[in-house]
């Protein structure tokens, strides 16, 4: 097949085979690079002097299996913990970030309290929050109000995470043209269905790899409810039995499941940032 104009072939096999090749050669290359180097890593390790009392104390087999019971116990109070949680964080911190673009006069009292918010809440650790919250709450005494440390630690990481992401969404909401905003209500939308039709879903859609990065570190976070004693998670349980056994091989277990539950999460957040930017190239950067 050649073109009409200079008769330059369009389809060249001879091209698309040297393509070809060179994509496995890099492939080839890249394969025996990590081969190597993760090679080296582990004999590194093995062949270290201290690598046998490491191995007892740290991957020892027999506490491995007698503690996985005990493990997935923790691990289904920290799924809980982040699958009620995460909801409810979206909707305070999406609220949070409509409030401070709010500006109408009206609106002013509003916008600084969710200005002194995301404020205060940010400089308080986490770990404070929840102290705070579980040991302060409870001990009001206050009619009407839970009284269960684990509701308290669980409304913390609320509260804690919604200031991080009313940030995040506030940045998108921020990075949306005005033209959109304007091109809406020249099509009759009003303010409120601006915001919903239009100006969210855009904004939603270009932050949504740093939310779920925020989203990973509330999982790990849920550990945190431990220090009030709320619940026996994952990290707790192997503090347990690690504390009971004198043997720290239920610390890499509950990392492991840690890990399984953050690391898919992390590679849908590099497929939403690699897609955003795909997309924002084929429009030209108007993404």
Not at 11 to 36: C, E, F, G, H, K
Not at 94 to 123: E, M, N, Q
Not at 213 to 238: H, P, S, W, Y
Request: net charge positive; proline share 6%; glycine share 6%.
């Amino acid at each position: 097949m050649t073109t009409t104009s200079d008769a330059v072939p369009v389809y060249d096999p001879a091209r698309l085979q040297a393509i070809s090749a060179r994509r496995r050669r890099n492939t080839a290359v890249s394969a025996v690079s990590t081969v190597l180097v993760l090679g080296a890593l582990v004999l590194l390790v093995v062949t270290s002097p201290g690598w046998p009392a490491v191995r007892e104390s740290f991957f020892n087999g027999f506490y491995a299996r007698d503690v996985l019971p005990n493990i997935l116990a923790g691990l289904r109070l920290t799924v809980i913990l982040f699958v009620t949680a995460e909801p409810v964080i979206l909707v305070v911190a999406l609220f949070l970030a409509v409030v401070r673009g709010l500006s109408a006069p009206i609106f002013t009292p509003l916008r600084y309290l969710a200005i002194a918010y995301a404020d205060v809440v940010r400089g308080i650790p986490t770990i404070l929050l929840i102290l705070m919250f579980g040991f302060g709450i409870p001990a009001l005494n206050l009619q009407g109000l839970p009284d269960s440390p684990l509701f308290w630690a669980w409304f913390a990481l609320v509260v804690s995470y919604s200031a991080y992401v009313s940030e995040v969404l506030r940045a998108g909401l921020e990075s949306v043209h005005p033209s959109q905003r304007a091109a809406a209500r020249a099509l009759g939308l009003n303010q409120y269905q601006s915001l919903r039709y239009v100006v969210v879903p855009q904004a939603v859609r270009r932050v949504t790899p740093p939310l779920l990065n925020d989203f990973i570190a509330l999982q790990k976070d849920t550990a945190l409810i431990a220090v009030i004693g709320a619940g026996i998670e994952m990290t707790r349980a192997a503090q347990i039995y690690a504390f009971d056994a004198f043997n720290y091989t239920p610390f890499v277990v509950a990392a492991c499941f840690y890990i399984l539950l953050t690391v898919p999460l992390s590679r849908w957040a590099d497929w939403m940032a690699a897609r955003q930017r795909r997309r924002s190239a084929a429009a030209g950067g108007v993404l």
